[in-house]
């Protein structure tokens, strides 16, 4: 009979520390999917478009401005604009969306669509669209965008990844707000020149709906989760009025309690930005001429005001939530607590200046790894 092996202790050791070495490594670069290991710390980041106002550079100068929401919106980075011009000329940011699905940040110019690595912050392609863009929105699983033209008679549908024109989707004179529901087929189309609001069918790329008409043309608007009602503002009003797309009526207009409308600086309508908080129980208004947004209470029909905050900075043109709902984001800069309506904080860039932007979105990341989106709309997120 042969003496038995000796066991090497030492050998043993050694390859123990080589295996766990190689799993912290592979764990390092994509999020740890074995049994028992601790999942990555996410981190929540505030992704702001500059310039995200016209083309106003003193709000933010120009780039995409990353913030660390749970630092108390603390600067992060400047990741420079896709939109490269060697005589340099600024364009305004028309619109803003991302997939954590494909790992990939979208931005409109007046004349161009660009699409950026989240990971690498390397633009991967730009291209120039017939007949200029607008603000646009990207399909839940991030691989179509509906891009409007610039105030223009179509919508071109792009393939997320290539950037090529899948579709010339005409449908009026002045293409503008694009909304597409997180959790939705439908997607809802606003011509400023309309007061219908058109909804097409994201599978065929055909208008399979109309809602309104409405009392004046629409300007920003919002939808819920499942697609079903809408909410839009309109020219002339303080407010903002209803629809049911199931039926494609207008149920109700509402005006701002207790507030008059009155110049404003830019769009031209008393209230430009309307959002719902992700769980779809309040109703945030925009009031230009008051500097102030209007709380509503959507849980009822049609929603009953219930307060007003005063914005301190400038007069706001749009609203969004983070993705959990406890966060406002009015474009003026200030970031306001929505269960204390309290202003907690304010953006500002590299060099304390403060920023302003209409163009912003929450991306939330697992290491290096985007693992969920926001929108640029404050947009409904009950699953039905």
């Known amino acids: 009979m042969s003496p038995p092996r000796r066991v090497n202790r030492q050998k043993i050791r050694c390859a123990i520390r080589a295996t766990a070495w190689v799993a912290v490594v ?29 083309n106003y550079v003193e709000w933010g100068g120009k780039g995409i401005l990353v913030y660390d929401i749970d630092r108390g919106h603390a600067f992060v980075k400047r990741i420079p604009s896709p939109f490269d011009d060697p005589a340099g000329k600024v364009e305004n940011i028309k619109g803003v969306c991302a997939s954590a699905a494909t790992r990939r940040l979208y931005v409109t110019s007046l004349t161009r669509l660009a699409c950026v690595d989240l990971v690498t912050e390397k633009p991967l392609w730009v291209k120039a669209l017939e007949g200029g863009c607008d603000r646009m929105a990207i399909a839940p699983d991030g691989k179509v965008l509906y891009v409007p033209s610039l105030e223009g008679p179509h919508w071109n549908v792009v393939d997320g990844t290539t950037g090529a024109v899948i579709r010339k989707l005409v449908t009026g004179q002045g293409a503008h707000n694009t909304v597409w529901p997180p959790g939705g087929t439908r997607v809802f189309m606003a011509d400023l020149r309309s007061s219908t609001l058109l909804v097409a069918d ?21 939808v819920n989760g499942d697609g079903t009602r809408c909410f839009v503002n309109v020219n002339g009003l303080l407010g903002f009025e209803v629809g049911d797309v199931r039926s494609g009526k207008m149920l109700h207009r509402v005006e701002v309690p207790g507030y008059h409308p009155g110049p404003v600086k830019r769009h031209g309508c008393p209230s430009h930005g309307v959002g719902l908080t992700p769980d779809e129980k309040e109703l945030w208004v925009v009031d230009g001429a008051n500097q102030r947004l209007h709380v509503f209470d959507a849980t009822v029909l049609p929603p009953k005001y219930l307060t007003s905050i005063e914005l301190a900075v400038d007069q706001p043109g749009w609203v969004t939530f983070s993705l959990d709902g406890r966060t406002a984001y009015p474009s003026t800069g200030e970031v306001i607590d ?46 039905r």
Do not use: M, N, W
């Open 202 to 222: 994201g599978a065929t790329h055909e208008v399979v709906e109309r809602v309104g008409p409405f009392s004046a043309p629409i300007r920003p608007y919002t």
């Open 338 to 383: 929505t269960r204390t309506r309290k202003i907690v904080a304010h953006l500002r860039d590299e060099e304390g200046r403060q920023v302003q932007s209409e163009k912003l979105l929450e991306i939330d990341f697992a290491g290096d790894v985007p693992v969920r989106a926001g929108d640029q709309f404050g947009v409904g997120r009950v699953a």
């Open 26 to 54: 592979a764990c390092s670069s994509v999020p740890c999917l074995v049994q028992g290991a601790a999942p990555l710390a996410e981190r929540r980041l505030l992704y702001v478009a500059a310039p995200g106002i016209r």
